[in-house]
């Protein structure tokens, strides 16, 4: 599996910004795409965007449009997601993660490798 490695989290004021980053161990020909997924206590798992790897695709929840944004270095060794306006619902812990896969629903139904996670707190 892929080993992925985030960093970036921490404590932000509503409305406030914070970019996480995410170093995957392999190059993206080992999986399909690479994103972030994200857990908050009580609830399920959330897909939140991903990043395809063979094309510059990209997937958003429709709870984050318009605020985050999912990236790649020109090498292609880091992921970004950068995290604006953020609001009072956005803290969970945020996992790199690859190979997301959704249901006929929308839902996120599996993942193939995931991070150690980051915690994602907004409070004022």
């Known amino acids: 599996q892929v080993q992925l490695v985030e960093s970036g989290g921490g404590l932000v004021q509503p409305g406030g910004s914070l970019r996480l980053s995410c170093t995957p161990s392999?190059?993206?020909?080992?999986?399909?795409?690479i994103g972030w997924i994200r857990q908050a206590p009580g609830k399920e798992r959330e897909g939140v965007s991903w990043l395809g790897s063979r094309d510059d695709s990209t997937y958003y929840a429709d709870s984050v449009k318009g605020r985050f944004t999912i990236s790649r270095d020109v090498a292609k060794t880091t992921v970004y997601l950068q995290m604006n306006s953020l609001k009072p619902e956005d803290p969970a812990v945020y996992y790199c993660?690859?190979?997301?896969?959704?249901?006929?629903?929308?839902?996120?139904?599996?993942?193939?490798?995931w991070g150690q996670g980051t915690q994602v707190t907004v409070s004022s």
């Open positions: 993660a690859t190979d997301l896969a959704f249901g006929p629903k929308g839902g996120l139904v599996n993942v193939g490798s």
């Open positions: 392999d190059s993206p020909r080992f999986y399909n795409n």
